[in-house]
């Protein structure tokens, strides 16, 4: 099938030459000389494009001198083939809707192209057919990015937007959604649609609780969440949210020791939990293609509104020969901001820490504590970093926190080392061990 029409790149090169307005309003729609798909044209536009960029007038004698330097001339077809071009403009004024046409046209064949590249894949039987929907969702998204331009960019109506959201906003509002724990809301201002936030600690201090705790506390204000779980199962998953939302200890639940008043209570959260509006993915082999096709699924379909990840080095590359953990790690990290601006919602992402915590005197880890670290530091938003004192010191003694006395019995300091638009800081929680819970510091 045949997209080309030939006429119709004539008559816009012809006014992209003779009217400096009418190629303003071609450049600005056609996202790049590809639209034409006769050879001598896309040579054509290529030259009128090179005149523009370097701010030098655009006609017949330019762009024919300009392909001459380039030895191009008979590429595009001769003068006298040029010549007929440049006096081909039948109807001026119908740019616009000429090159609109041009970019469907365009976008018609590559459709066609990748729908029997992906026809011919799976009529194949070979690979899995859930890759080979990825890859072409990948290649759809790629299209459209490639080819269709946004609405213009324009200053003045952005900020006609964000000026509504900055006068309407009632006092005290945080500009994400509520945590449901408020001093991490004071610090950090919710969770901010387009943001990535990493949270890092040591094994045992709290990282799987505090996503647990934020999960539930977002479902109970009735906004959707989802949990790539790579390292717990959907089970234990839900026996912590039960624990959390009954106060039944996590240890009972797991053991079945539980009186009446414990079975009551569970039977009471269950029923509750019911209606929360949580997907969980808990599969062991995955990287960055498969979470964004389950986030986009999840969002379109369920509504979800944050995602997490529990936790970033267990997570995969789409390219199986890649063995560099560093660049491994690069492609995840930067796979996780896109998906977060792609889709426009916050992502939590976990991620373990090198043993150099370990052995610092204060146990406190750095944002340098990041295994592979320079990707990550790059490409999040906000980092939190964790640490329980009574994991590593007495946890009868204290630990001070601004001018407060804390004891460590208890305590998990959430320390914000990096915040892209805002400061950082150290907040207390407190951390319920038996119902595997972090809250408000009370």
């Not at 041009?102 to 070979?126: C, G, H, P, W």
């Not at 039977?267 to 960055?288: L, P």
């Not at 146990?363 to 640490?387: C, F, H, N, T, Y």
Request: hydrophobic share 40%; charged share 25%; with cysteine.
């Amino acid at each position: 099938m045949n997209f080309t029409n030939e006429e119709l790149e004539r008559q816009v090169l012809s006014a992209m030459m003779i009217y400096d307005e009418e190629r303003l309003t071609a450049f600005s729609i056609i996202p790049s000389v590809d639209v034409f798909q006769n050879d001598k044209h896309k040579t054509i536009a290529k030259a009128i494009q090179a005149q523009q960029d370097a701010g030098e007038p655009v006609n017949l004698e330019t762009v024919v001198l300009t392909l001459k330097k380039s030895a191009l001339l008979n590429e595009a077809g001769g003068i006298k083939y040029i010549t007929s071009v440049f006096t081909s403009l039948k109807n001026p004024g119908h740019t616009e809707i000429h090159c609109r046409m041009l970019v469907e046209q365009f976008m018609r064949a590559k459709f066609l192209y990748i729908a029997t590249e992906m026809l011919t894949k799976a009529n194949s039987d070979s690979g899995d057919i859930f890759e080979l929907i990825t890859e072409m969702q990948g290649k759809t998204d790629g299209l459209l990015t490639s080819t269709v331009n946004k609405s213009d960019d324009n200053f003045q109506t952005q900020l006609d937007i964000s000026a509504e959201m900055w006068f309407n906003k009632a006092a005290g509002t945080i500009a994400g959604y509520p945590t449901g724990i408020s001093s991490l809301d004071k610090l950090c201002g919710g969770l901010t649609n387009s943001e990535l936030t990493v949270v890092g600690a040591r094994p045992g201090q709290g990282k799987t609780a505090l996503v647990v705790s934020l999960i539930r506390n977002l479902v109970k204000q009735g906004i959707g969440c989802g949990m790539f779980s790579l390292e717990m199962n959907k089970h234990e998953l839900a026996q912590r949210l039960a624990s959390q939302e009954s106060q039944v200890y996590a240890f009972k639940i797991k053991q079945g020791d539980m009186n009446a008043l414990d079975t009551d209570a569970l039977k009471s959260a269950v029923s509750r939990m019911k209606e929360w509006n949580i997907k969980i993915c808990d599969e062991g082999y995955m990287n960055m293609r498969k979470i964004r096709t389950k986030a986009t699924m999840w969002k379109n379909k369920y509504d979800i509104k944050v995602i997490f990840v529990d936790y970033i080095g267990l997570i995969e590359s789409v390219n199986p020969k890649e063995t560099n953990r560093v660049n491994i790690v690069g492609e995840i990290s930067r796979g996780l901001k896109l998906l977060a601006k792609e889709l426009q919602l916050p992502v939590v992402a976990l991620s373990q820490l090198s043993r150099r915590v370990d052995e610092r005197a204060d146990k406190m880890p750095l944002m340098s504590d990041l295994r592979e670290s320079g990707s990550v530091e790059q490409d999040a938003d906000v980092i939190w970093m964790m640490m329980r004192p009574a994991f590593y010191f007495d946890p009868t003694a204290t630990t001070k926190v601004g001018n407060l006395e804390l004891s460590n019995h208890d305590l998990c300091l959430i320390d914000q080392v990096k915040m892209r638009s805002g400061s950082t800081g150290v907040i207390p929680l407190k951390f319920d061990g038996p119902l595997m819970r972090l809250r408000n510091y009370e």
